[in-house]
């Protein structure tokens, strides 16, 4: 399993083109006599095995993805594509979840059913590029897991579960509860008139200006951020220009807003909005708002939670599981707060890294911790949700009370993708 793990640090696919990736968790899976569906959103994949009786079904995921990091030590030359989240000891849990439950011994007590679930693009990049994938018709959503909910991928799946890695804390211990931000993203385009910067550039509008002046206006805007409302407001410029004689006729900035909830992070995003459209007003240029749907918040089950965290001291002794406030939130996202929102999950988090987390250093330093206890743990979950006729698995459902079902989250992220055009004059 950490052998798995380490060869695919060493070979970092960004989300949506984890082609390698997907296709060793599928042999493996198959390897273990599960049908493997492959090619779900793109790149992920499901295989289900069915126990005993008829009943609950947990979902047991891997992210596939790395992300963009260049100078990372395992960075891909051509791609800059790292793994410098830890995504790639999830695939390796996987699999280890899958040898576990596929034993006679333990799939003889269990009900129900467990589906292995390997999810592409958690990490919200390549915002041009997934644009393009959804005008030619590949994708819906942008994200791995938004995209198979829309699907119908999680429709037979009542609960999930996952393990990610952190550089944060004690290591070896294991975080558990606690919530993520909501966010949406903005991609926008500054549109200008190019003119030569040198004999006549009174004849040009100049974009990056325009992008200049936005900037300005959104960084005016943080006194009126709440600190409870944990709301981040950053981007990137990912086109500034073409020649560097010439007024910019166009200008891209990408950008996220986030915050503790999608109502907060709207209500923060009209703002953010207005900025963009005050730097085209202010140059007289033009611009164009894509709105995408971000993440939901994360809620964690706390049945689900107990009994991981039982699981967890079992495996590495007693306090090796820390329990996080239902409002303890890092600020950061993940599309496990969208499959949040429409049934039981939890998200916990190992610290087996070192570095800083989407950082040149970030490494998975305890293997063992990340992999192997990880994997136990997530097994000796489905185990107690399935055993003695899935009593705690009906427990658990019959407690959550997830806020939509998957209908209603489709259509609220629908209505946040939307493309606003502004003409400053
Ligand atoms: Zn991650
Ligand atoms: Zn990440």
């Known amino acids: 399993m950490i052998a798995l793990a380490q060869d695919i640090a060493a070979h970092p696919e960004p989300g949506f083109e984890e082609s390698r990736t997907s296709a060793k968790v599928a042999k493996?899976?198959?390897?273990?006599?599960?049908?493997?569906?492959?090619?779900?959103?793109?790149?992920?994949?499901?295989?289900?095995?069915?126990?005993?009786?008829?009943?609950?079904?947990?979902?047991v995921i891997g992210e596939l993805d790395a992300l963009r990091v260049p100078g990372h030590s395992l960075a891909d030359p051509d791609t800059s594509a790292a793994h410098a989240c830890g995504h790639h000891t999830q695939p390796a849990q996987l699999l280890g979840v899958a040898a576990a439950l596929s034993s006679p011994e333990v799939a003889d007590h269990l009900g129900g059913s467990v589906a292995f679930i390997a999810t592409p693009a958690e990490e919200f990049i390549d915002l041009g590029r997934r644009?393009?994938?959804?005008?030619?018709?590949?994708?819906?959503?942008?994200?791995?897991?938004?995209?198979?909910?829309?699907?119908?991928?999680?429709?037979?799946?009542?609960?999930?579960?996952?393990?990610?890695?952190?550089?944060?804390?004690?290591?070896?211990?294991?975080?558990?509860?606690?919530?993520?931000?909501?966010h949406v993203v903005h991609m926008v385009k500054f549109k200008g008139k190019a003119a030569h910067a040198g004999g006549a550039p009174w004849d040009g509008v100049n974009a990056l200006q325009a992008a200049n002046v936005a900037m300005l206006a959104l960084n005016t805007q943080r006194e009126t951020f709440r600190n409870s409302d944990t709301i981040r407001v950053h981007g990137i410029i990912t086109s500034a220009g073409i020649s560097m004689n010439a007024v910019p006729a166009e200008v891209v900035y990408e950008g996220r807003v986030r915050g503790r909830n999608s109502e907060i992070v709207d209500a923060t995003a009209v703002k953010v909005e207005r900025c963009f459209k005050a730097g085209a007003l202010a140059l007289g240029a033009e611009v164009e708002i894509t709105s995408v749907p971000g993440y939901m918040a994360l809620v964690n089950d706390p049945v689900m939670g107990d009994l991981f965290a039982a699981n967890v001291d079992a495996l590495s002794g007693p306090g090796t599981a820390l329990r996080r406030g239902a409002a303890a939130n890092r600020g950061g996202s993940t599309d496990m707060g969208d499959l949040s929102q429409i049934m039981p999950v939890i998200h916990p988090y190992v610290n087996a890294a070192t570095g800083t987390a989407h950082g040149v250093d970030y490494l998975i330093e305890d293997y063992y911790s990340a992999v192997v206890t990880s994997a136990s743990a997530l097994a000796m979950t489905v185990i107690d949700l399935l055993a003695a006729d899935a009593a705690n698995a009906k427990t658990v459902l019959k407690e959550a009370k997830p806020p939509m079902t998957r209908v209603q989250y489709v259509s609220a992220q629908r209505a946040r993708m939307r493309v606003t055009r502004y003409k400053g004059r």
């Not at 938004?146 to 294991?174: C, N, W, Y």
């Open 131 to 182: 644009l393009e994938r959804r005008e030619a018709g590949e994708l819906g959503f942008m994200s791995g897991k938004q995209e198979m909910i829309r699907l119908g991928t999680f429709d037979d799946v009542d609960m999930a579960m996952m393990v990610h890695t952190s550089s944060e804390g004690e290591p070896g211990k294991f975080s558990i509860g606690g919530t993520s931000n909501a």
């Open 28 to 59: 493996g899976l198959e390897a273990l006599g599960l049908d493997v569906v492959r090619g779900i959103a793109v790149t992920g994949l499901k295989a289900t095995r069915q126990f005993g009786r008829i009943g609950p079904t947990v979902g």
